[in-house]
């Protein structure tokens, strides 16, 4: 196929894979007549892989991303199913990378067609085909649009809600070759999953197992597409930053409700809140010794839906300053497993007695997100961090 070009198809049921000599990420977005999604649960991708009559289906790293029509379980209003794909890697684009994107029967595998974007440059996105519905019969089309500005860009224009920056510059679709007259006009760009995050910004998931993050780094506390609402652990750590000197730091959580309103807090004080859905392991008061120095447990299946948020903070209550602190960090674990799923290391130190470490905001969706921040305050008690947290969240 060529930019453009379109066929019928002759099965019900297709697949569009997209390989590459790097590993993509593809993604299908279901559009109404007005080229939109319905809502964002009409974009597909690794963390939402199924909608109704599209899946996705991950290659693993060792097969190329899918994205699977079922033209007959399409909903009624939906006129269009448009696939997507970008580098895995941060920041890649598709200079010297020549995608191709190969059409199935999703029953038999049989190839219907095949269709290489051409001169691909500086794009890190690409609307690469596209299943549409015209006069009752579904049909496909090559596309092969590029943007320059990632997967965010392309599913700000098909009306998903990506969470970017408030200094993003809106999207500019790269240069494409013109499709030829003849051809139905190419449709806008579709959404696709999120931009890979560029160091210190950005969101993942748990998919490619244990995840480090910078400072303002968000991970989407999701695996193999589930929501992860098991019970889970942070651990934070610490050591005296001077050998022989003890230091006292206690380690809280805040929950807050979906107005930032403070619901309550656990602590050395109060071990116990939320109905036992949120656990103190007790007070620690040296910092000495290897491993995890106070452990909050978070059943996030039990939590009340009025629980929209929780920060985690380190407070000194005796006054010293985190700058005699060293390794200070904070970890997530699968409390059943012990398998540490997320993992902040404290790299800079101000003199203040407080720091607020991580924060666990909940999405519309259902899912957690897990957000590292680091951010030093003058607070020497968790009472004292109500305000700035809620202002952090």
Known sequence: MTPGSNIPLSVSRVAVDVAAPVRLDVSGLLLTADGKVRSDDDFIFYN????PGVTYRSGGGTAPDAITVDTAAVPPG??????????DAAGQTFQGIEPTATLRSADDGSVLATFTPPQLGTETALVVVEIYLRGGQWKARAVGQGYA???AGIATDFGVTVEEPASAPAPQPAPTPAAPVTAPPAPAAPPAPPAPPAP???KINLDKGRVSLQKNQTVSLMKGGRPLLSQVQMGLGWEPAFR???IDLDASVI??????NHIDSCYFGKLTILGGAVRHSGDNLTGEGGGDDEVITVDLGRLSQEVTGL???VNSFSGQKFT????AYCRLLDAATGEELVRFDLTNAEPQTGVMMAKLVRQFSGEWDMTAMGDFVKARTVRNMVKPAAQAL
């Not at 939906?78 to 580098?87: C, D, G, N, R």
């Not at 929950?255 to 930032?260: C, D, L, S, T, V």
């Open 48 to 51: 939402q892989p199924a909608g």
């Open 78 to 87: 939906i006129e269009k199913i448009v696939v997507t794909a970008s580098p």
């Open 149 to 151: 500005n990632g997967l």
């Open 200 to 202: 210190g910004t950005g």
């Open 244 to 246: 022989g000197k003890d």
């Open 255 to 260: 929950a807050y409700g979906p107005q930032r």
């Open 311 to 313: 920060v985690f903070t």
């Open 324 to 327: 005699e602190v060293a390794k």
